[in-house]
């Protein structure tokens, strides 16, 4: 089974956009999964534990034992996906885009 790992924004302006971005994260997720995936959610494994920047330093990490990446729309406003796609690309992981 291929690991694919799912990038995209967690930050926001509210509490409230935070919950929409994890919600939608764990909703692509699902899906991946039922399509035969091992998916990372790393929206999902920090959830609402703060903006520490340590989690990237291990979200990077657990990336590049991975087989592809997904990345979310708007991801562009993300400095953690833009890393994120930045080291799947050095890595030479499968990138795809949700539409």
Known sequence: MKVIYVAGKYRADSESGVFENIIHSRAVAQRLWHE???VICPHMNSAFMGLN??????????????????????WEQ?????KELEIAKKCGLKVYFEE
């Not at 920047?53 to 708007?74: H, N, P, T, V, W």
């Not at 993300?78 to 833009?82: F, R």
Request: glycine residues 10%.
């Open 36 to 38: 035969g995936w091992a």
């Open 78 to 82: 993300s400095v953690g996906a833009t």
């Open 53 to 74: 920047l340590i989690f990237l330093d291990g979200d990077l990490e657990i990336l590049k034992r991975c087989d592809a990446i997904y990345m979310l729309k708007d």
